[in-house]
């Protein structure tokens, strides 16, 4: 295993930046020439059919046989023109990830190529064998999946994918965009409805979405020598770099050329298939990157950040690259995140979180943090996985605890209506940051500051959802924050109404109901330093929840208020999130375990060997020293230290082992994943692991097995 290691050092020393060249300097010129939208739709379909199919965007309304046929044909036109030979529905299962299953075009019996309507609205793959917690047996295989036309259709590997829903036979969702689709129509009623005090001629509304995605890079030689990464995702073991993050020198640094390269052809894949990347730059960690678009309608932006993460992951390997999308993927530094910035956009173009000095903009403020405050607990379960848990709350990542960063200006606003009871809101003028340097232009001030530690930060005319983890699918944080403020509307509706039914005029409804929800959602505001111990005692005594891991946090989901809310607003039936409950716990647990197996791999059949090598080559030197007279004892000092660690790691596994099996057993789903987070990962992995990240800084270099993060984090 020595000689994997190093040649792994020789191959990546090795490396150049592979030449990649763009089809044109300006990316207009073929931006979205790989996916075909409601823009290529126009240009391709009858204006009569083009018409049916922008009011199903748009409206929801059924698209016809005829519609349909028209669109197969066309869509199957142009995608043999650009060389595809087969077809897909592109879905997203509970696994986490997309799925597809690919036919092709042509009809052997015909002897011709040919796309039918029916073949692009609706296919039949194996409901029972993906993760449903139980809606579907084994003998119970039948499932749908069916066109989402919202969603741009998109080529990729040669191979026609269409966007689509996944349910059951018995009409249960088996995905993460159904949920979402059913969460929009929700806010998307209920933000109508409350815009009609302000405004007439609002008729929709779009939840719009910006992903930040952030990832780290290795060489793929280092990632094949790696065991804990190719299996878990993750480093299991890795003493901490004497060069790490602690010189702030990766953060916005120069970008290596084998990751410019990288860069510059991800992103040019990413501009053919219509995804607006628009960003990129160093982060924090040696290794780290972010990659951040343009916002686009929410359903979209969902389909665009998992079809980004494919690609980059198969960019990255032409690039003899691996990329690393785990939320924690090395210890010690810090983990990745997908900020989602998210805001209400009318039909009329007005974002209703651009601040104004209005009741217009303040009643969607406050909605908005009273929503967070009555269903913080979901947005914390939206959030939770096995992979999320090591990053909240590390002094990296805003903490499990939700909270809502506002900035002074509209706190300083929002702290003087609590404290009068009277709410006027008068905008000010700008201001600017005087420099005293005549050569710079004057620096705008934002209406706020940004606080990265805050989970739930207001950034000027958007929420960042920055809590959301660097692998999950969106659509799941998504679909439950467009869910708690669709419900929080609908109550703030409800209750305006009857005040002015009860005889009073509607802008002193409104502003003393915003009033009283300025008052009761205080405690759900912060502007501190989200990552300090302060923060985690005072949320206590305000008493917000603090759940740092996943199988508890999972609970808040089948709360019989969340229930209600789901079932309320058609996102989920009770029988659904039960189900979701079972297959997300589920997953924990088998993520656990497969870190427990990989560790018991790795230390028994790697590291122990190599420890025992260089105790081998200790007590060989000691030996000839002892022979010559001369004194050993700082060699024997180092064999017991060493031995000691071995000790521990090779106890550790063996106890772990133990509990695992003991664990597995447990037939209950939740109860299985409470066992594995408490027993596994809290008892037994640091332990492990700080043995073995002794033992990688006293074995002799030369006979270490693993690549070491200092070996690994800075690509040239």
């Known amino acids: 295993m020595t000689n994997l290691r190093f040649n792994a050092l020789e191959t990546a020393s090795a490396r150049t930046a592979k030449e990649v060249e763009a089809p044109s300097n300006k990316i207009s010129d073929y931006f979205g020439e790989d996916c075909f939208g409601l823009t290529q739709m126009k240009a391709a379909l009858a204006p009569a059919i083009y018409k049916k199919v922008e009011s199903a965007v748009k409206y929801g309304t059924k698209i016809d046989e005829a519609t349909a046929d028209a669109v197969a044909s066309a869509v199957m036109t142009w995608a043999v023109s650009k060389g595809v030979t087969h077809h897909t529905h592109w879905f997203q ?36 064998s993906f993760p449903n917690g139980g809606i579907r047996a084994t003998n119970q295989a039948r499932g749908y999946t069916g066109w989402d036309p919202s969603s741009p259709i998109f080529i990729t590997n040669k191979t026609l994918c269409i ?95 084998r990751v410019a390269a990288f860069m510059k052809d991800f992103e040019l894949q990413c501009h053919k298939l219509g995804i607006p990347v628009t960003t990129r730059h160093n982060e924090v960690a040696p290794g780290q990157f972010e990659a951040a678009p343009l916002y686009e309608e929410i359903n979209t932006a969902v ?60 009643t ?31 002094n990296e990542a805003p903490p499990a605890i939700m909270s809502v960063f506002l900035g002074s200006t509209l706190t300083d606003f929002l702290n003087e209506v609590t404290e009068s009871g009277k709410l006027v809101y008068a905008e000010g003028g700008d201001e600017f940051i005087e420099l005293g340097i005549d050569k710079i232009p004057g620096l705008k001030l934002d209406n706020t500051d940004r606080n990265r530690t805050s989970p739930f930060a207001f950034t000027g005319n958007k929420f960042e959802f920055r809590a959301v983890g660097s692998t999950q699918n969106t659509a799941t944080p998504m679909t439950v924050l467009n869910l708690i403020v669709a419900e929080q509307l609908t109550q703030f509706k409800a209750s305006v109404d009857a005040a002015i039914a009860g005889g009073k005029d509607k802008e002193a409804a409104i502003r003393e ?96 060997p190599a420890a025992a090598n260089y105790v081998s080559t200790l007590a060989d030197s000691a030996a000839k020293l002892k022979d010559l007279g001369l004194d050993a004892s700082a060699i024997t000092t180092t064999i017991s230290e060493v031995t ?3 000790k521990t790691a090779k106890e550790g596994v063996a106890a772990m ?31 492990i692991r700080e043995a073995v990240d002794r033992l990688e800084l006293f074995v002799d270099d030369a006979q270490w097995p693993l690549p070491k993060y200092s070996e690994m984090l800075f690509l040239k």
């Not at 909605?367 to 909240?392: F, P």
Request: charged share 25%; aromatic share 10%; net charge negative.
């Open 93 to 128: 299962p509970l696994t986490g990830s997309s799925a597809e299953k690919h036919d092709s075009f042509f009809d052997y019996t015909k002897g011709i190529e040919t796309f039918k309507g029916s073949t692009l609205t609706q296919q039949e793959p194996d409901a029972s």
């Open 163 to 257: 966007p689509t829903i996944f349910v059951s036979y018995t009409g249960d969702t088996l995905d993460y965009k159904t949920p979402l689709l059913k969460a929009q129509e929700a806010i998307n009623k209920a933000t109508i409805d409350v815009c009609q005090y302000f405004e007439e001629g609002v008729t929709s509304i779009s939840a719009s979405l910006g992903c930040e995605q952030e990832y780290f890079l290795v060489d793929k030689a280092f990632y094949a020598a790696r065991p804990d990464l190719y299996i878990a995702g993750r480093t299991l073991f890795g003493a901490k770099p004497p060069h790490g993050q602690q010189l702030d020198d990766h953060y916005f640094g120069s970008i290596a050329p």
């Open 303 to 362: 389909d665009h950040n998992l079809l980004m993460m494919d690609v980059m992951e198969q960019v990255a390997s032409e690039h003899n690259l691996a990329v690393l999308l785990h939320e924690k993927p090395f210890a010690n530094l810090n983990g990745s995140g997908k900020h989602n910035n998210w805001s209400l956009i009318t039909n009329k173009g007005r974002n209703l979180f651009q601040p104004e000095g209005s009741l217009y903009f303040l």
């Open 364 to 394: 969607f403020l406050v909605n908005t943090i009273k929503a967070v405050h009555v269903y913080g607990d979901l947005m914390r379960a939206s959030i939770a996985s096995a992979g999320n848990d090591h990053r909240l709350g590390a």
């Open 513 to 608: 109901i915003l009033v009283q929800y300025i008052k009761e959602s205080e405690a759900i505001r912060f502007e501190g330093d989200g990552y300090s111990q302060e923060w985690v005692d005072e949320a206590e005594s305000r008493g917000l929840s603090n759940v740092k891991d996943t199988p508890r946090a999972l609970d808040f989901f089948i709360a019989e208020e969340a229930k209600e809310i789901f079932a309320k607003h058609n996102v989920f039936s009770e029988r659904e999130i039960e189900a979701r409950h079972d297959v997300w716990s589920e997953i924990y647990s088998t993520k656990i375990d497969i870190e427990s197996k990989a560790m018991e791999e790795i230390v028994l059949n790697k590291v122990i």
């Open 644 to 646: 000691g660690f071995m």
């Open 657 to 687: 082992v133990i509990e695992r099996d003991r664990v597995l057993e447990i037939e209950d789903t939740n109860a299985q994943a409470v066992e594995f987070c408490d027993s596994i990962k809290h008892k037994y992995f640091d332990t």
